[in-house]
């Protein structure tokens, strides 16, 4: 991998912004050819996606069973809960 370490750091910098597509198009093609360049960045991409994904999809769920939830913050010793 050749490419200067400080462009990782400007990427990290606007990553939130690049992936909801809040960025200008010409920013957003520089991220993009950084990208194909370094497969560390790619990694942080992808991750940050599946993560945003992974969040979007529990939101989505139905609430846990109170039983359920009881138990596990009864695991996690979270006793304010309980005494709800």
Do not use: W
Request: charged fraction near 30%.
């Amino acid at each position: 991998m050749n490419h200067p370490q400080r462009n990782c750091q400007e990427l990290l910098a606007s990553l939130s912004e690049y992936v909801d597509g809040n960025l200008s198009k010409e920013l957003c093609a520089e991220i993009e050819r950084h990208l194909e360049e370094c497969q560390d960045c790619q990694v942080v991409v992808n991750t940050l996606r599946k993560t945003i994904d992974l969040y979007r999809k529990v939101e989505l769920e139905d609430e846990l069973p109170k039983s359920v939830m009881q138990k596990l913050y009864f695991r996690l010793n979270i006793e304010d809960y309980l005494s709800r």
